[in-house]
């Protein structure tokens, strides 16, 4: 028998301590443990990126990440960034584009764009498209998530100037 | 037919200040999707929640000779063991089988394989347990002692003597045949200038929906009722499956469906591990949930495509087409899929060979044969992306036979725009379509003649680019004749119910369903448009059986022009109702009052009469101050199903330009056009979104998808490391155009786009691969378009 | 998954001493394919030893102008560092036309040497495979073998070591660190990786109680000349069919130094002495690049359904040497390979 592992970490600002089996990975630690079921699970072989969350600031998989892992570390979620309003351009830019349509990778999407336009705040169309690479969209065929992402990058732009 | 619109077209009383047909207003569920607040099945639990896992054969075809799961049963937190013996007790088997596909024949199948497993994935035993880690660990110490059996695994051999025969009570490997023969085709061959002929080979697919299949069942002993939680396409459907096989009345059943992970036809089918969950629930009496894994996607979601079609074409040299002939073999696992059989795709293949075209001579056979893979079936596009394939491939062959251009030969050999209403060879009814107005719009769009230049100046510079060219025509609005008349209990109308409530708000209940299309959306836009109130004021409810009308769900390109066009009879309905209350109101004539912004107005002058909310006020709480006699009727509903033809017929034609790196086989996309026709728009950004999104499927049928199984029937790519499908790197953007020729079937005039975009691409982009081959007398009629393929072609390996 | 024991040491002489207890342990680090694996009960490990928090992930000039990079170091920071970016471009090239944004932010260096193959005969473990279980057999010689290697198989074993970046690292020569109960080694780059032969079980010549603490490069970075080039079904997240790194020292015209490194073709990154001999000297044309690229394939054996590797690893060589002759590397973003 393993005895469960206690860890401590920040999830979306709020301190979370919990005892978990070495074995759980962060996305089903973050959707069972603590509910937060906008992280999706799509492949849980780190491919389509559907569970993508920000482990310290930088996205990961988060399938590929053991809850033990993200003990004393800071976990946010689509949940908290949608809260804290970090994702409202992208998320009207995602909304005006029709930008999704079952918006299971949605969440991710918008995690990872988020990155993006963090490291570089004009991308263009390749650079997006090549970003956006590791996460799997079965509905749209990426273009207008494209398209979505250059709109909010141009509104970000256009509110700091 | 009108060229692109910018306004709706026709209906007057769609002019109005709140309409929102043919407006791209944002889908009003967007919000939650984004914020990671929709709700999945994958995301629910309730009180008492079991898990089930499946352990499954790992061979193609075994005989299960024993089961031992006395060590599993005892682990912590296990409940219940199930193999299929014990299953087949409280869930009867089924038999996808449809009467007027004729001589179709499958053997019952059960929720779980009861004395021998016919694909790699076939589940043997269930583990119900408290946690899903807990049914997985002991479904590592169930032992099943298999005596592995042959496998059928090549369909080419499947009818052979010597191949073992997967139901032996079946008395052969052939599931169904059709023949076709219209008009003359031996004439047109002997009488042809050239004969052109290829075979088609497409790799098996599959749907890779982001959300696996889910489904949480709920057997309440003490209300009797089963209620489902289910990711599915038509939950009418699955409400009388549920019912019959579980023994239960309809009534007894309740199926819910809210967010759907994606389904593209994978999620409108009978899965054995759906029943056999639901089938678990009843047994166990508590709720019990089955998320399938990716792993158990790849190897038992349907499968799709996975034909091996040799075509001929007849051809003069002015370029007429005179004859298409084809000779269809498709492999479909070991059953035919309930309940809409795994016969649809190659009986598609026969009716839409040849579609587009005015070539009256047609001679067609299909057959569709048992192995031991898993099943295949309906997948978007069902069909169509193997008759455009092999008719526009059989084109281009034929172009290039006489030396035509591929835009020309089409345009000489499309039906005229003016020719409707007509029938294809196959029987086929086409009530107005437009392909040349789309072939024109297309070239325009693309800039062909441009592009022809720049294609041989840069061929001189050794660098190798392909135009590619794709007509099509898709199946919408489906009548009855596509289940119904089998015997199938899958309804082909819907309807729709709406409502005002006191506070004037606007409720709508539908049974077509939402995995993205923009159902909502679409009901809203009609809704709202019909009654004259903002969007913002109606809300919509689908998926749930206890709570929408009855209805087909979204399936085959329907949810738009049948839900639809329910939606604005029923919308108009309750316009009606309102100013018939407003007028016993006002002491008016109705016919002087109109309804906008939420508000009664004076028609002639727009005075503001009284708003809604007011109306409704007076209506639900002081009826007693109406003129005596009169019952105010703030509810209506309407149910359509097309009549006048069985199926709405779209069409469109596509385009591809791509780079071919003819050293190392790699294929670049750089541009890609659409000209589709699916009658009237309802939301242009809805439809160039279905169109696109369908494009990219079909642009990874083109390149990468292929289940790849060995001669021992496994399955050797179930991941989505090895199944590769489009992401956004490599796909190119796609500019999409209309053509507008709305269906007469009804009053809304919309048709399907769900599939177009499907249909056509693969076939484009293979003629596009041709075609900047060519200089090397290469030809592929293959799909995925690997670089070991291209290489091959060019001799060059 | 089975469950399993966790550990995270602070030092790495405690890490060491942690693996050396228990031969069922395994390090994880970012766990990019480690997790993966395990998901698959490929790996059933009793304890995992999280090393991810050593003290490895500094990226720091060595006295004789090379580059130390910590094992640690996540890839997406080796490929962005300023010292990668301007003097061991091929490096940075390579980590970026692997994986994804979210991997590459996880994996780290050392833990990209470790990949395991993705044989899918591997990855099923219903299906024999010498490597997973020695003795079993091995599916792909006679099964669906189209990703599997061309050069250097044997008869146990025709699987193909998957990583990017450590084809560059191959090519530029670094030298691998490694700690354990006896203290540091250093293994040259082409030492570390194995050829199957008749022990397929093993990847590289990691003993099994040693960890990566480093890898080094050296001041040659070859920052003006040089390309990776991966052939691919899908330019998105596919591994290699082949890929080649080639790096030139140039004269002029003509190729002062070269080196060149394959990926997606053997059980370890593919790098022949005699073809990039055989380059120096000569004239950067199609000619000499020919010549070394049938050195480089001597001897390459084609099974059923990957014979094609071979001619296209052939034009793939002639076409990276040509890119970075002509100081034109080929971009991980742009769709075309030109």
Not at chain 1, 117 to 128: E, F, M, S, V
Not at chain 2, 666 to 673: S, V
Not at chain 3, 261 to 276: F, S, T
Request: with cysteine; net charge negative.
């Amino acid at each position: 028998m393993i005895a469960p592992t206690p860890i401590t970490l920040t999830v979306n600002g709020e301190t979370v301590a919990a005892q978990v089996e070495p074995r759980i990975h962060l996305t089903d630690f973050l959707r069972e443990n603590l509910g937060l079921t906008g992280t999706h699970i799509g492949c849980e072989h780190g491919v389509c990126g559907a569970c993508t969350v920000r482990l310290d600031g930088e996205i990961v998989r988060g399938c590929l990440v053991l809850a033990v892992q993200a003990d004393g570390k800071s976990v946010e979620t689509i949940e908290g960034l949608s809260d804290s309003g970090a994702l409202d351009e992208l998320q009207a830019a995602f909304r005006d584009r029709n930008a999704l349509q079952c918006g299971y990778c949605t969440p991710a999407m918008l995690l990872t764009a988020h990155e993006l336009l963090a490291r570089n705040p004009t991308p263009d169309r390749a650079t997006i498209r090549e970003h956006l690479s590791g996460n799997y969209c079965r509905c749209t065929g990426y273009q207008a998530i494209i398209d979505a992402v250059e709109i909010a990058a141009r509104a970000r732009a256009g509110a700091k100037s | 037919m009108t060229d692109a619109p910018t306004t709706r077209p026709g209906l007057s009383e769609l002019d109005r200040p709140n309409s929102y047909i043919g407006r791209a207003v944002p889908r009003p569920n967007l919000k939650r999707l984004m914020q990671g607040r929709g709700q999945y099945v994958s995301d629910m639990s309730l009180p008492r929640m079991a898990h089930v896992v499946f352990l499954r054969s790992p061979y193609a075809h075994a005989r299960i000779l024993g089961i031992d799961s006395a060590e599993a049963a005892a682990m912590p937190g296990v409940i219940a063991i199930v193999t299929g013996p014990e299953l087949a007790k409280v869930c009867t088997p089924w038999v996808g089988v449809l009467s007027h596909l004729k001589g179709l024949k499958s053997a019952p199948q059960y929720p779980i394989a009861v004395d021998r497993a016919c694909w790699q994935g076939e589940a043997v035993a269930a583990i119900v347990a408290t946690s899903r880690a807990a049914a997985e660990d002991a479904a590592e110490r169930v032992m099943v002692d298999y005596e592995e059996l042959e496998p059928v695994a090549d369909m080419r051999t499947a009818l052979d003597a010597a191949t073992p025969v997967i139901h032996p009570e079946l008395g052969d490997n052939l599931a169904f045949e059709r023949n076709l023969d219209a008009g003359a085709v031996d004439a047109a061959f002997a009488e042809a200038d050239h004969v052109v002929e290829a075979e088609f080979v497409f790799g098996r697919h599959t749907g890779v929906t982001l959300e696996p299949r889910s489904i949480l069942a709920d057997w309440n002993p003490g209300d009797e009722r089963l209620t489902v939680y289910q990711g599915t396409q038509a939950p009418h459907m699955m409400q009388n499956i549920f019912a019959k096989h579980l023994a239960l009345d309809e009534s007894q059943v309740r199926v819910v469906c809210k967010d759907v992970g994606g389904s593209f036809g994978i999620k409108v089918h009978v899965y054995a591990d759906d029943m056999a969950t639901a089938a678990l629930s009843k047994l166990l009496r508590r709720p019990v949930k089955f998320v399938a894994d990716r792993l158990e996607s790849f190897n038992t979601d349907i499968h799709a495509r996975d034909h091996r079609c040799k075509g001929r074409a007849a051809v003069k040299a002015d370029g007429t087409i005179t004859a298409f002939e084809i000779d269809d073999l498709t492999g479909i696992g070991p059953y035919s899929v309930y309940p809409r059989t795994s016969a649809i795709e190659a009986n598609q293949v026969v009716n839409l060979v040849g579609g587009p075209y005015t070539t009256p001579n047609y001679r067609a056979r299909a057959r569709v044969v048992f192995q031991n893979k898993n099943v295949t079936c309906q997948y978007r596009a069902v069909g169509h992306p193997i008759a455009c394939s092999v008719t526009e491939g059989l084109v281009d062959l034929a172009a290039a036979a006489i030396g035509m251009d591929p835009a020309d030969i089409r345009r000489r050999n499309l039906i005229a725009d003016d020719a409707y209403p007509c029938a294809s060879p196959s029987g086929l009814r086409f009530e107005a379509l437009s392909h040349h107005a789309a072939l024109d719009k297309l070239l325009a769009m693309m800039d062909y003649s441009a592009l022809r230049a720049e294609q041989a100046a840069l061929r001189a510079k050794g660098i190798h680019r392909g135009i590619g060219l794709a007509s099509f025509i898709e199946v919408t609005n489906p009548s009855p004749a596509f289940y119904g008349v089998g015997g199938a209990r899958i309804s082909s109308q819907d309807g729709v119910a709406v409502r005002m409530d006191a506070t004037g708000a606007i409720i709508c209940q539908t049974s077509i369903t939402e995995q993205g299309q923009g159902s909502e959306a679409l009901t809203a836009q009609i809704v709202a448009s019909m009654l004259g109130v903002p969007m913002s004021r109606v809300r919509v409810t689908l998926g749930d059986t206890d709570n929408t009308p009855y209805g087909g769900g979204t399936w085959a390109s329907r949810g738009a022009g049948i839900g639809g066009e329910a939606a604005l009879q029923a919308g108009k309905q309750l316009r009606r109702n309102i100013l018939a209350a407003a007028a016993s109101i006002l002491q008016a004539d109705p016919d002087t009052l109109d309804i906008r912004d939420g508000k009664i107005i004076d028609a002639a002058t727009g005075a503001e009469r009284v708003p809604l909310e007011e109306l409704a006020r007076i209506v639900y709480y002081r009826p007693d101050t109406l003129p005596p006699g009169f019952q105010a009727e703030m509810m209506a509903v309407r149910h359509f199903v097309p009549r006048d033809f069985p199926f709405a017929f779209t069409n469109g034609i596509q385009a591809s330009w791509l780079e071919v790196d003819t050293e190392t086989g790699f294929i670049t996309l750089l541009n890609h056009w659409v000209v589709e026709d699916c009658g009237t728009i309802i939301n242009p950004q809805l439809v160039d979104e279905q169109i696109r999104g369908g494009v990219v499927q079909g642009l990874g049928a083109a390149l990468f998808e292929h289940c790849r199984y060995d001669e021992r029937g496994q399955l050797t790519n179930a991941t989505m490391a090895d199944y590769l499908v489009p992401m956004a790197a490599e796909m190119p953007d796609i500019d999409v155009g209309h053509i507008v020729s709305p269906t007469k079937d009804g009053e809304l005039g919309a048709k399907g786009a769900g599939e177009a975009g499907t249909a056509g691409a693969a076939a484009c982009v293979a003629n596009a691969v041709n075609d900047a081959l060519s200089p090397f007398g290469a030809r592929i009629t293959e799909i995925p378009l690997t670089p070991e393929l291209i290489l091959t072609a060019l001799g060059r390996i | 998954m089975i469950n399993f024991q966790y550990a995270r040491p602070n030092e790495v002489a405690d890490a060491v001493r942690q693996i050396a207890a228990d031969p069922r342990a395994r390090f994880i680090a970012g766990g990019t394919n480690l997790l993966d694996l395990m998901k698959s009960d490929v790996e059933q490990p009793s304890r995992l030893i999280d090393i991810s928090r050593l003290p490895l992930k500094s990226v720091e000039e060595t006295p004789d102008g090379g580059l130390r990079i910590g094992a640690l170091v996540p890839n997406t920071d080796l490929a962005y560092h300023p010292l990668v970016e301007s003097r061991y471009p091929l490096l940075a090239s390579a980590i970026m036309a692997g994986a994804s944004q979210q991997l590459r932010n996880m994996a780290s260096t050392g833990g990209n040497l470790m990949q395991r193959t993705r044989c899918y005969y591997f990855y099923d473990i219903a299906t024999p495979c010498n490597k997973r279980e020695p003795g079993s057999g091995c599916s792909a010689i006679e099964g669906l073998n189209r990703m599997h290697a061309i050069l250097g198989t044997s008869e146990s074993c025709i699987a193909v070591y998957p990583s990017d970046m450590s084809i560059a690292l191959a090519a530029l020569e670094a030298t691998v660190r490694v700690m354990g109960p006896g203290g540091e080694r250093t293994m040259a780059f082409a030492d570390f990786h194995r050829l199957p032969g008749d022990t397929p079980e093993r990847d590289n010549n990691l003993e099994p109680n040693e960890i990566i603490t480093a890898i080094e490069l050296p001041p040659q970075g070859f920052a003006k000349n040089h390309s990776y080039l991966k052939i691919r079904d899908r330019l998105s997240y596919a591994f290699a069919l082949v890929s080649v790194a080639a790096a030139l020292e140039m004269d002029g015209e003509a190729v002062k130094e070269a080196r060149l490194a394959l990926g997606g073709v053997a059980h370890k990154p593919w790098r022949v002495e005699a073809a990039e001999a055989a380059l120096a000297g000569q004239p950067a044309n199609e000619a000499s690049f020919a010549k070394a690229a049938d050195i480089v394939l001597s001897g390459a054996k084609g099974f059923e359904h990957n014979a094609f590797k071979i001619d296209l690893a052939r034009r793939a060589i002639i076409r990276t040497l040509t890119q970075a002759a002509n100081g034109t590397p080929q971009s991980q973003s742009s769709k075309k390979i030109r």
